[in-house]
């Protein structure tokens, strides 16, 4: 066995003759691995959601919501658990839409134990060597899961509030663009926090459908509606004795506002269909990239849930108003990047660097990880990135909506694109230093074509 350590392997499967089996394979060998089975897929999905596993096998023909729902709905909650599914029948069909479906293996019944405990292992011992050398890097307790890269004052100022609130358990309002990283502040008040040994459940409110959340929040009872199998745990109870993230509270209906702020009062909730009294205690966290106030104003949003989230507001400036962390966010990215897809590429030259730090990134962090990410896969391997690299988008500076309207309106396609085209080449001098073969050069075009539009578009070098 490449490893020294227990597995918990779920076997989802409706045969109990099949799970037995299972069971007695992989607990061989001293009790090499712990074995949990489910007999259906809602209950592998509840499963799931209340413990952790290193690998799941799953059957295809599942009674109810067969095994590519089920599937679907493992990887929606946790993207990197290893899934090997399992079918009687070993048809090429099933398997290609299984794999797709993110699915790590496709095995046939009857189990050949020759085959299973290898792939087995190899599957462990790929995740486990994984595992560790991600722990070997994580930051040390207390520095959250992932770090926050920063040089500007705005940003230094914000980690300081942090500071000083992460250890206060009241609730936290953390305002902010899309982008600006508003779930690594609430992972960092956790992991500050007396609850940091508890867990920190995430929740995107606008990306569950509002006849969802309410179950997803406060979780349901068996028969509480249609497809309600089983109790269902909420993310509430999930978070007990830790965080909750509501981020996108934003989004949250008004009798979903109502009740949760009659948990945040009383710390006690009934699940959908029941009549319990759950009580819990959880930290909540939230997060809005809208104006509240102006929500509150226009109807859509409680005031009293406003200043009840609201005891330590803390807002998030965009990246455009941190000086300096544009250079250090690619540099960082790059490196990351880098290893991640297994590529080479020595860094930004200094006129990327500059046009990097002039663009506004209206999606902040965000918008600039996934820049440095397609710049990676699409640079040549072992060169630096340069201008070539540039979308157009950044080499061009933007202009105002009035002047495009102006353009179209009052001088027509020729004209707007005699202007666009004598701002790209302007661009282009400018990133050269007003070197006119290396200009050509980045426009792909001859030294003496450039020459020509430069003349034509009345484009002289003490512009």
């Known amino acids: 066995m490449p490893f020294d350590r227990r597995a918990k392997i779920l076997v989802v499967d409706d045969d109990e003759g099949v799970c037995e089996a299972l069971r007695l394979i992989l607990e061989d060998s001293c009790g090499r691995h712990q074995v949990t089975c489910a007999r259906d897929g809602v209950t592998a999905v509840e499963i799931v959601r209340r413990d952790t596993f290193d690998l799941v096998f799953l059957d295809l023909g599942l009674p109810g919501m067969d095994g590519f729902e089920t599937l679907r709905r493992l990887k929606h909650h946790d993207a990197d658990l290893d899934v090997l599914v399992v079918s009687g029948t070993d048809k090429a069909r099933e398997a290609v839409e299984a794999l797709r479906g993110g699915a790590l293996e496709y095995v046939t019944k009857p189990f050949d134990t020759q085959r299973i405990m290898p792939l087995v292992d190899d599957i462990l011992g790929r995740r486990f060597r994984a595992e560790d050398s991600a722990r070997r890097a994580s930051p040390k307790p207390g520095e959250g899961r992932r770090r926050i890269i920063t040089q500007a004052e705005s940003m230094r100022a914000v980690l300081s509030q942090v500071e000083k609130v992460a250890a206060a358990d009241c609730s936290v309002l953390i305002t902010g663009e899309s982008g600006t990283g508003k779930e690594l502040v609430a992972e ?35 028969g509480a509606f249609t497809g309600a199998y089983a109790r269902r745990v909420g993310l509430f109870e999930q978070a007990h004795r830790g965080t909750l993230f509501l981020d996108e509270i934003c989004s949250l209906r008004i009798d979903l506002q109502a009740k949760l702020l009659r948990v945040l009062q009383g710390q006690a909730f009934t699940r959908v269909g029941g009549s319990e009294t759950v009580r819990v205690d959880a930290r909540l966290v939230a997060a809005s990239n809208a104006s509240l106030t102006e929500l509150m104003r226009q109807g859509r949003f409680r005031e009293d849930l406003y200043y009840r989230l609201s005891v330590i507001p803390i807002r998030l400036p965009p990246l455009r108003e941190r000086p300096g962390d544009v250079a250090l966010l690619a540099e960082h990215f790059l490196t990351r990047l880098c290893e991640k897809h297994g590529k080479t590429i020595p860094g930004l ?68 694109r005699e202007e666009f085209e004598r701002r790209y080449i302007l661009r282009c001098l400018e990133l050269c230093s007003w070197n006119q073969a290396a200009a050509a050069r980045l426009l792909r075009i001859h030294r003496n074509t450039l020459l020509k539009r430069m003349k034509t578009l009345g484009i002289t070098a003490n512009e």
């Not at 929740?203 to 068996?222: D, T, Y």
């Open 188 to 222: 960092l008040v956790h992991s500050r926090s007396p609850r940091s040994s508890g867990p920190f459940v995430a929740v995107n409110c606008a990306a569950i459908p509002g006849e969802l959340l309410e179950s997803e929040l406060f979780g349901h009872e068996k």
């Open 349 to 416: 030259s200094p006129s990327v660097m500059a046009v990097l730090g002039q663009y506004p990134w209206p999606g902040n962090v965000r918008e600039l990880r996934n820049f440095m990410e397609r710049t990676v896969l699409l640079s040549d391997e072992g060169r630096s990135v340069d201008e070539r690299d540039l979308p157009m988008d950044l080499l061009i500076p933007r202009v105002s909506l009035q002047t495009e309207q102006s353009a179209v309106h009052d001088e027509g396609l020729l004209r707007a």
